[in-house]
């Protein structure tokens, strides 16, 4: 993430926590207490601290698929499903397979990731072969996985009291392990984080460091262009899609066998949507989405302690999120101030550098 991204990223949450702080003030609460629970919430002890990771992981991949995508010069709505697909596919895998852990394990995040690629790769073809917008073939996408599992869970993989949800994975085939749980004081952290790391480093080498990289950046920032120096311009959006639907499925694995055991129909992961915002907010660079998820990791585990600490509304921790996003989009305006930043900077030092001129000259 470049300087100015970055300066541009911090500014946006600065302004979204300003504002947070006056509609806090108008509805009657103390802002400064208000974040002081908001943030202790999420980062008071290790148990808080671990359940901020773990649901800060979901995120990390959901918005690095976003990230990926609009580097490569496409918008990938369609995480939510790519996420829901790419999780029932590890849930039906663990409720499945009878195997011992150390093999089970790697299939069920593998099945994940593939269900992910499958479903990313269809709004990859239709866009590459017959030009159909992606945002339009993404939302389709999203309510096909939708209604395939919510027709397919209670057919299948009922639970044993609700038919709005599977039954439980047994302990085996979840990522959680004992040794990570007890250094983080019984919070549901778990084997996924190191996945998400792994996968932002993988992604990094893949943009910075490849041919391959090179090609779907090509593309990206010049379609025409690509094609025009031989690229696979074809190829190269249909990979796209496969890789940011592989990290959204991976989010799914970790979000149905590692946060939780179950899965439950008739709900849209709201993590899809919201790698979007951590996208945008960490400027599309694979490093600015860990910190941008972690913060929003915060900010979900906090709003629930706000509320019971000083009766805050949990809506409104969401009404700042949506505020931080309103002004990490209008870079335009973020360049601007920037720029005005650096023009008094300039300006100052070259005053002063006239006013020692003029002393030498005397």
Known sequence: ??????????????????????????????????????FKGGLMNLERIGNTIATATPLMLTGLSVAFAFKTGLFN????????????????????????????????VLSGVLGGAVWGIVPGYLKARFNVHEVVSSIMMNWTAYWIIYYMVPKYFKGEFLETESKMLVESATLRVDWLTNIFKGSYINLGIFLALIAVLIIWFILNKTVLGYELKAVGFNRFGAEYAGMPVNRNIIISMMIAGALSGLAGAIQYTGNANIMQI?????????????????????????????????????????????????????TIMATIIYFAATSMVMDRVIKWFKKKKNKGKNDKDKSSERVVEK
């Open 1 to 38: 993430m470049g300087k100015n991204q970055g300066i541009k990223s911090i500014m946006a949450v600065l302004l979204g926590l300003l504002a947070g702080a006056l509609l806090m003030l108008i509805m009657g609460f103390n802002p400064v207490e208000g974040y002081r629970y908001l």
């Open 266 to 318: 008739g709900v849209m992961p709201s993590q899809g949507f919201d790698g979007i915002a951590v996208a945008l907010l960490g400027a599309s660079s694979p490093i600015g989405v860990i910190f941008s998820s972690l913060f929003f990791g915060v900010l979900y585990v906090g709003k629930g302690f706000m509320n019971a600490a000083v009766k805050v509304p949990p809506e409104l921790a969401d």
């Open 77 to 108: 709505i369609g995480t939510p499903g790519q996420m829901l697909f790419g999780g029932f596919c590890s849930i039906a895998v663990g409720l499945t397979l009878d195997l011992p852990r150390g093999i089970l394990l790697p299939i069920i």
